[in-house]
């Protein structure tokens, strides 16, 4: 039991990343630098709770906040350039935020910082933020801003040319992104009670990108569903748990050949929807 | 003293143009950025570590031979995770290549474990002791090899048919198709020569640090990402120069700045990101070759 | 004059693009721009628009200078555009993508979405929906609000554009080869909705190879030819312009 709670707890934490990935990513921002948010909301949630005996709640709130302050000025010089240079640009942007890490003493350096007070309900607050998190991209897409997003993600001249301000659509996906991702940290530090640099390193990013691409881009279940899966069927395979990195790796390339829209696509959506409704139609008659 | 580090720097730097230079000429051909490149590399330096190991043969044949058997993981990863995706999805070769990075990589710790391996000394490392300057003939030798690789290279793109086809196919699929350039056979042979200049540095990288990791791939790849920004992306003279600039500069910093601190890390990567924002055409722009 | 286009020149390292240009286009006019291919016809509306920056001179519109506003602001301001190649958002419905067209003119944000303080948001949400509507209603696709826009017909696809960019309620459309791919049939309901659009007051500015619905609908038209302006007037000078039939005939030996 004790088992399974953790392991819910992680795919929880994921949950979180895979979409703080997922909002920069609908504006065709992609990140290779969320695990650096994430440190820093872990590292800052710490220091709250530890340092300065902030309680739980408002020590993750702030650690979050610190990490999408953070993500307000990365996403500045990320305007200007896509692509590849973004992906390079947010790559050093992570390791940065982990070699800072490893080398300031008042958090412990690359010993790590012990000692963070445990949460005992880690799974019922990440899955509460989950749950805001589906609200949150459940409202966005029949929103004024959603649409500013999909569109800038899908051509962001046209976008701009018919009133689409993308300046302040990209900075906003990008300093939102971090702060999700950094109250994914808070959480995560709060449910270790140790943390250490190497936790945050790029491979960490990496893992935050296959989850959203295995479980669909289009719409936002996708990147929850991957991020839930993927953590969850290794565990419980233990085949699978020794080869679960190899296996990730060659279901990215499979998914990239076969379906690189993931798992999770619009037509997916549709297709449940017909289902249902061809059940509950059966039933009613 | 610094005049030593210098030497350690051109060294180290030569390294990261060996693999910067695989990273340009593959987003050269294909526009992609190789993620797996530097596993490529780590996948070189246990191959020649075992051939070192078990076969006893030296150096001259060794290298060679991993240069060919990562050629070949090269040619594969093309035919397995690039050239089977479909064109319209423009993520889909990049995640395709992390597919293979985290596959490449897991299986390393399992086979070789997650620790460093000493890597066995091919040959004997004399110190030189020039005025008050102690040089190891490994850093010459491998500098030297580095070089030759980078003006072999160069010669090969810019002189022989197959490199201005290479060239051409950089500049547009499309129009050296109708040259009767075979793009397939081009792109494929731009990873086997990506692949083998990796895999001959993973080899010298295990020389001059006496030890490997399944990890260090991760590390020279950073690096070569870093040296391929500077010199312009798909320009491979820009790489060649970048790697010793980087190299230099890093040891540099290490002499002038305090010790106790490990800045190296945070210095590149703040190069690179001063780059990206105000010159990310690098400093000699993007072109495959000037040449 | 609704817009001012003074002296206008945009190179592409060092190739002229436009040189010295001079258009001014009157408040609820058709105003037609033709012109051979790489005459610099797209060029011009891109400077409009926002997408390129001027090399040289000044566009006006509504006495504002603005050829340092950002295309986004261009657009509040009362520019709606579309393109040569359409460029809707795939994967969004039709519906969504003409509601988009309010974007500048609106204002609820991230935050106000998702906690939704007050009615404000969502009654703003229901009258940009309804306005969408609206537009859809006018161009015709009402009844394909909640299609997916890459599903329909290329014809289609244009008249989603021209809706998107009247949801803005701007004061002057520019419209890029809006019958390109359009069959006859297709053409002349074109030729009505442009007109519709030109009674309600709105300015338009034509770019089209379509000679027979420019000369019927624009009030006057002005010829582009390798970047600079060569004629300017109503359909009948044009037609009978020495210069003009050179350009798009070649040089009669």
């Given at each position: ?103 300031v003493?008042?958090?412990g ?29 459940s ?35 990008f ?24 936790m ?21 279940w ?64 | ?5 210098l030497?350690?720097?051109l ?9 910067a ?115 190891s ?125 490990n ?29 | 004059m609704?817009l ?27 105003h ?25 001179g ?48 609106t ?8 906690l ?69 049939n ?32 624009s009030?006057?038209?002005?010829v ?30």
């Open positions: 039991m004790d088992y399974l709670i953790s392991v819910a707890t992680i795919a929880g934490i994921y949950i979180i990343m895979a979409m703080s990935f997922y909002l920069p990513f609908m504006t065709g921002q992609i990140s290779l630098g969320q695990a650096g948010f994430m440190a820093i909301g872990a590292y800052g949630s710490a220091v709250c709770s530890v340092k300065f005996g902030i309680p739980y709640v408002p020590a993750i709130l702030i650690g979050g906040s610190v990490a999408g302050i953070v993500g307000f000025f990365v996403g500045i010089p990320a305007l200007r350039i896509k692509g590849i240079y973004l992906l390079l640009l947010t790559l050093g942007f992570g390791e940065i935020i982990r070699v800072v890490f490893i080398n003493e008042y958090i350096a690359a010993a790590g910082f012990p000692g963070i007070p445990y949460q005992d309900h880690s799974l019922l607050y990440s899955y509460i933020m989950v749950f805001i998190l589906i609200i949150f991209f409202r966005l897409r029949k929103s004024r801003m959603g649409r500013a997003f999909h569109a800038v993600g899908s051509d962001e001249d046209a976008a701009e040319v018919i009133g689409v301000n993308i300046t302040s659509v990209k900075l906003i996906a300093s939102t992104g971090g702060f999700i991702a950094g109250i994914g940290g808070g959480i995560f530090a709060h449910y270790q009670e140790y943390i250490e640099p190497l945050f390193d790029v491979m960490h990013s990496v893992e935050f990108i296959v989850f959203t691409i295995f479980g669909g881009i289009q719409i936002f996708g990147p929850m569903f991957g991020a839930f899966v993927l953590t969850m069927i290794p565990e419980f395979l233990r085949v699978i748990q020794e080869w679960r990195m190899e296996l990730f790796g060659a279901l990215l390339i499979i998914m990239m050949i076969l379906r690189p829209q993931g798992v999770i696509g619009l037509d997916t959506i549709q297709g449940l929807k017909k289902v249902s409704s061809r059940i509950l139609g059966r039933g009613l008659s | 003293m610094i005049f030593q580090q030497i350690n720097g060294m180290l730097g030569a390294n990261y143009s060996l693999v230079i695989g990273y340009t000429l593959i987003f050269g051909v294909l526009g992609l950025l190789h993620f797996a490149h530097g596993e490529v590399l780590m996948a070189g330096a246990f191959m020649g570590f075992y051939i070192i190991l078990w076969t006893d043969l030296p150096l001259y044949i060794t290298l060679p031979l991993t240069m060919i058997a990562t050629g070949a993981l090269g040619i594969i990863i093309d035919l397995l995770a690039i050239r089977p995706l479909r064109k319209d999805f423009h993520l889909a070769p990049l995640l395709s290549t992390i597919g293979v990075t985290i596959i490449l990589q897991n299986l390393a710790v399992k086979l070789f474990g997650g620790y460093g391996t000493r890597f066995p000394d091919a040959i004997k490392d004399y110190h030189f002791k020039i005025g008050s300057l102690f040089i003939s490994i850093n010459i030798l491998t500098l030297g090899i580095s070089i030759f690789l980078m003006i072999a290279l160069y010669f090969f793109i810019s002189k022989t048919k197959i490199g201005k086809a290479m060239r051409a196919v950089s500049e547009s699929h499309l129009t050296a198709g109708l040259l009767g350039v075979n793009v397939d056979w081009i792109v494929l042979l731009t990873f086997g020569i990506a692949s083998a200049l990796a895999g001959a540095s993973g080899v010298m990288i295990g020389l001059a640090f006496h030890a490997i990791s399944p990890f260090i791939g991760l590390t020279f790849a950073l690096k070569g990402l870093v040296v391929m920004l500077l010199g312009g992306l798909g320009n491979v003279l820009g790489a060649m120069i970048g790697g010793l600039i980087l190299g230099m500069a890093e040891v540099l910093a290490i002499v002038v700045l305090p010790t106790e601190i800045l190296q890390d945070i210095f590149s990567f703040g190069i690179m990101i001063l780059i990206l924002i105000f010159r990310p055409t690098g400093l000699f722009g993007t072109r495959i070759t000037q040449g | 609704i001012n286009i003074r002296n206008v020149a945009k190179q592409f390292n060092g190739f002229h693009a436009l040189s010295n240009i001079g258009v001014d286009v009157a408040e609820g006019k058709i037609a721009i033709i012109g051979p291919n790489g005459a610099g016809k797209t060029t011009l509306f891109n400077l409009i628009s926002g997408v390129y920056d001027l090399t040289e000044e566009i006006r519109f509504k006495d504002v200078v603005i050829n340092q506003l950002k295309p986004h602001l261009r657009a509040k301001l009362g520019i709606g555009r579309t393109f040569q190649i359409v460029r809707l958002f795939g994967l969004m419905s039709v519906l969504e993508n003409v509601m988009i067209g309010t974007h500048c003119k204002r609820a944000g991230l935050l106000k979405t998702f939704r303080f007050s009615r404000k948001e969502l009654t703003e949400e229901k009258a940009t929906r309804e306005n969408a509507t609206r537009w859809l209603e006018f161009v015709g696709l009402a009844h394909k609000a909640d299609q997916t826009a890459s599903n329909l017909p290329h014809a289609e696809q244009r008249l989603v554009e021209i809706a998107r960019a009247l949801a803005l309620d701007p004061e002057l459309i520019l419209l890029d080869e809006p019958a390109a791919g359009m069959n006859l297709e053409t002349l309901k074109l030729d009505a909705l442009i007109s519709k659009i030109n009674q309600m007051g709105k300015a338009i500015l034509l770019i089209e190879h379509n000679m027979e619905l420019v000369m019927e609908i009030h006057v038209i002005t582009l030819n390798f970047g600079m302006k060569i004629a300017e007037g109503v359909s009948s000078e044009i037609q009978n312009n020495p210069k003009v039939i050179e350009a798009y005939l070649g040089r009669k030996k």
